[in-house]
């Protein structure tokens, strides 16, 4: 690395050499020390672009909502750790903290509140939209839908207001569309939102009351699901907030961002892993004994199988996440007085990963996906709804990120290159011609 002189400061640079020629690169460093080589002016000035398939050592922008240490198991959202989220805020709280970049005052969380309690409703048009869709639809492209086509209800043009109430709209919303799509699935009345409710209680009542049986809200439940969504609230630029950044840099509106979103965090590499962990489990529970073989399995290069809710691009040590699930993993189940087998299944799991050499060799731990399903299971949510709560959770992070990117005054189009690698130029050859 060098160091150059410009307007009296000194600019740290890494240079490379191409072709004979010598290109300085500018050095950018985060207020974490994260260091990257500013290859904005690569092309211009030497004709390169750079590859790196799945973006591993990539920095598609600079960003201030939330910080990763992958080495050290660290996460904070605008400075804050996770464990004190977890244990001291509330969901809105963090919703507002990571799309604001502040912790709000007492006013403005009750403001806030009360904002989003008043458009928790669906147009009632939306009653039609969800008939017309198969009951045995997988919930989360239900709710990719019905994001989507909010857009179609709202269709004020962008303004910093408009965004402002497609924001409250979006956050007060998804706890309904989430529920509407597991009434949807089986069968049974959508129930109208309680805006009496807390946010987490008011989600559980649309899930689980009937028009027949009131549902009351156990407490333990209801905090167990609000430390969930804080969990889930947002992860720096994974792949469902890239995605959102990608669609937002179009111009698109939210209402399209965040239902791509939704579509990228359905993949089971993704946030698809909590309902694949829970299947394992269950698989393993029914086939006694097969912990260690599906083990050998995920160990197998020449099998595809993977240890669901372990690895992480950035974590190479323990998901901080996965170690506060853990934890309230046992307190639930105790609190509510049932048993898990699923639980034990994991834990014995961990306990062999953790000392393997394939495992350990490569810092695989578990990632947030590994416990979250035992305490969805334990919570009386259904497995097809997990990657929803998932996606329920990370929508503050997603409009933190969207915004964030909106008001960079250098924003642009995402585009990529690429290396292309198909035929060289070759003339059109007619159908009687062709073999
Ligand atoms: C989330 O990015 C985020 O921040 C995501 C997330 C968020 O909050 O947004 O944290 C949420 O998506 C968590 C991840 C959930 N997915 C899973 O649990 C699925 C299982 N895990 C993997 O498929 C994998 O670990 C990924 C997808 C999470 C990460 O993949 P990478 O970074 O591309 O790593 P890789 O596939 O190149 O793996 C490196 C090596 C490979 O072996 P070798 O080729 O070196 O021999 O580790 C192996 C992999 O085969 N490996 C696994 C494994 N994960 C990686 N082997 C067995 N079981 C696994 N789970």
Redesign the pocket.
């Given at each position: 690395m060098a160091s150059q002189m410009t307007d009296n400061k000194t600019q740290d640079t890494v240079d490379i050499t191409f072709e004979g020629k010598s290109i300085s690169l500018p050095i950018v460093r985060g207020t974490e020390n994260e260091s990257a080589a500013d290859i904005s002016k690569l092309r211009s000035t030497s004709g390169l672009i750079t590859l790196d398939p799945?973006y591993?050592n990539t920095g598609a922008c600079q960003s201030a909502i939330t910080f990763i240490d992958g080495e050290k198991g660290i996460l904070r959202y605008r400075g804050y750790p996770i464990e004190q989220l977890a244990e001291h805020s509330t969901f809105l709280e963090v919703a507002w903290l990571l799309i604001k970049g502040e912790l709000p005052t007492r006013a403005d969380l009750a403001l806030f509140s009360r904002e989003i309690a008043r458009h928790t409703m669906l147009h009632e048009d939306f009653r039609d939209f969800f008939g017309s869709l198969p009951k045995d639809a997988h919930p989360m492209p239900v709710c990719a839908a019905t994001v989507g086509a909010l857009a179609t209800f709202y269709q004020e043009p962008e303004s910093d207001r408009q965004i402002q109430n497609t924001v409250i709209r979006l956050l007060a919303k998804m706890p309904t569309i989430a529920a509407y799509s597991y009434k949807h699935s089986i069968g049974q009345a959508f129930m109208y939102p309680q805006n009496d409710l807390d946010y987490s209680a008011n989600f559980l009542q649309m899930m689980f009351a009937t028009p027949c049986e009131e549902y009351v809200v156990d407490p333990v439940i209801s905090k167990a699901v609000d430390l969930l969504l804080i969990l889930?609230a947002d992860?720096e630029q994974?792949?469902?907030t890239s995605t959102v950044r990608m669609v937002g840099s179009s111009q698109a509106n939210l209402f399209a961002g965040i239902s791509a979103g939704i579509s990228a965090l359905w993949g089971?590499?993704?946030?698809g892993?909590n309902q694949k962990v829970i299947e394992m489990l269950e698989q393993i529970a029914r086939e006694e004994g097969s912990a260690e073989k599906f083990l050998n399995r995920?160990r197998d290069?020449g099998d595809t199988t993977?240890?669901?809710?372990?690895?992480?691009?950035?974590y190479k040590n323990y998901?901080p996440r996965a170690a506060v699930l853990k934890k309230t993993c046992s307190q639930v189940i105790n609190k509510l007085g049932t048993s898990s087998r699923l639980l034990e299944i994991a834990m014995k799991l961990e306990e062999i990963a953790l000392r393997d050499e394939y495992f350990v060799s490569?810092k695989?731990y578990p990632?947030?996906?590994f416990y979250s399903g035992v305490i969805y299971k334990a919570l009386g949510i259904p497995t097809n709804m997990f990657t929803v709560m998932f996606a329920m959770g990370r929508l503050p992070g997603w409009i933190a990120h969207f915004l964030e990117m909106r008001n960079d005054p250098d924003f642009r189009i995402g585009r990529p290159r690429q290396v292309y690698t198909g035929s060289k130029e070759r003339p059109y050859v007619g159908m009687d011609r062709r073999s």
């Open positions: 799945g591993g889930h992860h994974n792949c469902s089971p590499l993704h946030g892993a995920a290069k993977r240890l669901m809710g372990f690895g992480h691009r950035i998901d490569r695989l990632n947030v996906d």
